[in-house]
C-alpha cells in the first residue's frame, strides 16, 4: 500500500484498531463479572480465590512482561505484520480459554491470551502515529482512548448477558468472530510500516527487559495475594526484577542502537505524561475492580447488573476522550491535567463515605465523573508521549506508555487489594471465630479462608445455610470499611499526582511545526 493511499484510508484503518482495542479491553473487563460463575463447580470450573487471581495475573504478567518487546519488534518487522500474529494468537487462546476443562486449563489458556495481546496493543498507537498527521493525531488518539470506553461498556454488559443466557466459555468465544473481521479488514485498511534505520538489533535489551518486567509484576501481585513482603520469592522477585531493570536501564544508556533511548525521559512531556499515566491507574485500578465485587457481593446484583452498573461510566470516558484535544487547545494541558486530576481526587473523596446502602445515583454520578476525568487527562498524555518520541520509533513510545500503564494497574490491584484484605480479616476475625465456636462444621482452617475476602466468606456462609447468615452483615460492613481504607491511599496518589502536574507539565502543547521539526530529525 502506498503512502497516499494509506492515507486516504487512514480513518478507515483506525476503525480496525479500534476494532482490535474493543476486543483486547472488553475481553478483560468482562472476566471481573465472571469470577463468581467461575468459582462454582457445576456452572464454572470450580476455580479457587488463589486460581481465580491466577487467571488474571497469568493474562497480566504475559501481558506486562512483553509489551515492550512487542512494541520494539513491531517497529523493526512490521507493524502490520505483529498485529496480524498478535490477533490470531489472541483468537486462538479465547477459544481454548472457552473450552478449559479445569482451572489449570483456564490459566494456562489465559497466559496465551496475554502473549497475543502484548502484541497488539503496542502497534494500536504507533500505526496511529505514522499514518496520521500532527494536526490529526491527537483527535485519532482521543478516539482511540473513547474505544477504551466502549470496551468498558460492552465488556461487563455482554458478558453479564451472555452468562444468563449461555455456558461461561461464551464470555470468550464471542471473540473470535471479531478476531476475523479485524484479520479480514486490516489487509485491505493497514498499511505495513516499520523503522527503516532500526540500526543494529539490541537482543541484551530485549532479553533484559522481558524478566526484568515480569518478576517485578509477579512480586507486586504476589505481594497483593498474600498481603505481605516477607516471603522470599516476593522480595526476591521484586529485588531481582528492579536489579535487571536498573541493568536495563544502564546498557540502553550505553548502547549505540537502544531498544528504549533514555533521552525521551530527558523530554518534560513525555516523563511527565508517563509519570502521571501510572499514578491515575494506580490509585484507579483497585477501586474500579473493587466497585465489582461491591455490586455483586454487598449489594447482591446479579452479574448483568452489575454489567450496566458500569455503562455510565464508560461513557464519560467515550464522550470526553474524542473531546480532550478540543480542550487542550482552549485552555492548555497543564490546566486541563489539574482539572481532570482534581475532578479524580474528589471522586476518591467520596469513595471513603460509602455505605452499604449509599443511592445508587450517587456512586454512579462520581464513577462518570471520574473516568471522564480520567479521559480528559489520558488522551493529551497519551498524544504528549508519541509526539515526543520519533515516528520509527513509536512502537517503543507506545510500549512504554502501555507497559507503565499494565504496571501501575498491577501494583493498584495488588496494593489496594493488600489494604483492603488486611481490613477486612482484622474486621472479621472476630465474628468467624464466633461462628466457629457455635458450629463443629467449621475448623481453623476454614475461618482462615474465609477471612481472606468477602466471596470466600460468603461461600462459608452458603455451606452452613441458616447457621452462617449471621456473618452476611458484618462481612459486608467489613468490605466497606476496606474499601473505605483503599479509597484513601487512591486519594493520597492522586493527589501526588495533582503534584507532578502542577510543577513539571508543560504549560503549553508543541507546535505541529515542532512535531514535523522533530521527526525529521530523528
Not at 206 to 223: D, F, K, M, N
Not at 428 to 439: F, P, Q, W
Request: charged residues 15%; glycine residues 8%.
Amino acid at each position: 500500500m502506498d503512502q497516499q493511499t494509506a492515507y486516504r484510508r487512514r480513518w478507515g484503518g483506525l476503525a480496525v484498531l479500534i476494532i482490535c482495542l474493543l476486543v483486547i479491553v472488553a475481553d478483560n473487563t468482562i472476566l471481573n463479572v465472571a469470577l463468581k460463575t467461575l468459582s462454582d463447580p457445576q456452572r464454572g470450573v470450580g476455580a479457587s480465590q488463589a486460581q481465580l487471581a491466577w487467571a488474571i495475573n497469568a493474562y497480566t504478567l504475559v501481558f506486562a512482561g512483553l509489551l515492550f518487546t512487542s512494541g520494539v519488534l513491531g517497529d523493526r518487522w512490521g507493524r502490520r505484520r505483529m498485529l496480524v500474529a498478535g490477533l490470531t494468537v489472541f483468537g486462538a487462546a479465547s477459544a481454548l480459554t472457552a473450552y478449559s476443562q479445569n482451572p489449570e486449563q483456564l490459566v494456562a489458556a489465559r497466559a496465551a491470551m496475554g502473549f497475543g495481546a502484548a502484541m497488539v496493543m503496542p502497534q494500536t498507537l504507533s500505526v496511529i502515529t505514522n499514518v496520521f498527521p500532527p494536526e490529526e493525531r491527537a483527535r485519532a488518539i482521543g478516539l482511540w482512548a473513547g474505544a477504551v470506553g466502549l470496551a468498558m461498556a460492552i465488556g461487563p454488559s455482554a458478558g453479564g448477558l451472555l452468562l444468563e443466557n449461555f455456558w461461561w466459555g461464551s464470555i470468550f468465544l464471542v471473540n473470535v468472530p471479531f478476531v476475523l473481521l479485524g484479520l479480514a479488514l486490516m489487509f485491505v485498511l493497514i498499511p505495513e510500516s516499520r523503522n527503516e534505520d532500526a540500526g543494529r538489533p539490541d537482543v541484551l535489551g530485549v532479553l533484559l527487559s522481558i524478566p526484568g518486567l515480569v518478576l517485578v509484576v509477579y512480586g507486586i501481585i504476589t505481594a497483593g495475594q498474600r498481603a505481605s513482603l516477607s516471603d522470599w520469592d516476593v522480595y526476591g522477585a521484586l529485588l531481582l526484577g528492579v536489579a535487571i531493570l536498573a541493568l536495563f536501564v544502564f546498557h540502553e544508556s550505553r548502547t549505540t542502537d537502544p531498544s528504549l533511548d533514555v533521552r525521551f525521559f530527558r523530554d518534560p512531556r513525555f516523563s511527565v505524561s508517563v509519570a502521571t499515566i501510572m499514578v491515575l491507574f494506580f490509585s484507579m485500578a483497585g477501586i474500579i475492580f473493587f466497585l465489582s465485587f461491591y455490586w455483586q457481593s454487598v449489594r447482591e446484583f446479579p452479574p448483568f447488573v452489575a454489567g450496566l452498573l458500569v455503562l455510565p461510566a464508560a461513557l464519560g470516558q467515550m464522550i470526553f476522550a474524542p473531546l480532550s484535544p478540543t480542550l487542550v487547545r482552549l485552555v492548555g494541558p497543564r490546566a486541563l491535567a489539574l482539572a481532570g486530576v482534581a475532578t479524580v481526587c474528589c471522586s476518591f473523596a467520596f469513595y471513603t463515605q460509602i455505605r452499604v446502602d449509599t443511592p445508587l445515583y450517587m456512586i454512579i454520578t462520581f464513577f462518570f465523573l471520574q473516568t471522564s476525568a480520567m479521559a480528559v487527562v489520558l488522551t493529551p498524555a497519551t498524544n504528549a508521549i508519541m509526539s515526543s518520541v520519533p515516528p520509527g520509533k513509536a512502537g517503543a513510545g507506545s510500549a512504554v506508555q502501555n507497559t507503565a500503564r499494565q504496571i501501575a494497574t498491577a501494583m493498584g490491584v495488588a496494593v489496594l487489594g493488600a489494604v483492603i484484605s488486611i481490613r477486612y480479616r482484622a474486621d472479621m476475625e472476630g465474628d468467624l471465630n464466633a461462628v466457629a465456636e457455635r458450629s463443629h462444621d467449621v475448623s481453623p482452617k476454614d475461618v482462615q479462608t474465609a477471612a481472606e475476602s468477602i466471596e470466600a466468606t460468603m461461600t462459608l456462609v452458603q455451606r452452613l445455610g441458616p447457621a452462617g447468615e449471621a456473618l452476611v452483615a458484618p462481612a459486608k460492613e467489613a468490605f466497606v470499611a476496606g474499601l473505605h481504607l483503599a479509597a484513601l491511599v487512591s486519594l493520597c496518589f492522586g493527589l501526588l499526582g495533582l503534584v507532578v502536574v502542577w510543577v513539571w507539565m508543560p504549560g503549553d502543547p508543541p507546535s505541529h511545526e515542532e512535531d514535523d521539526r522533530e521527526a525529521r530529525t530523528s
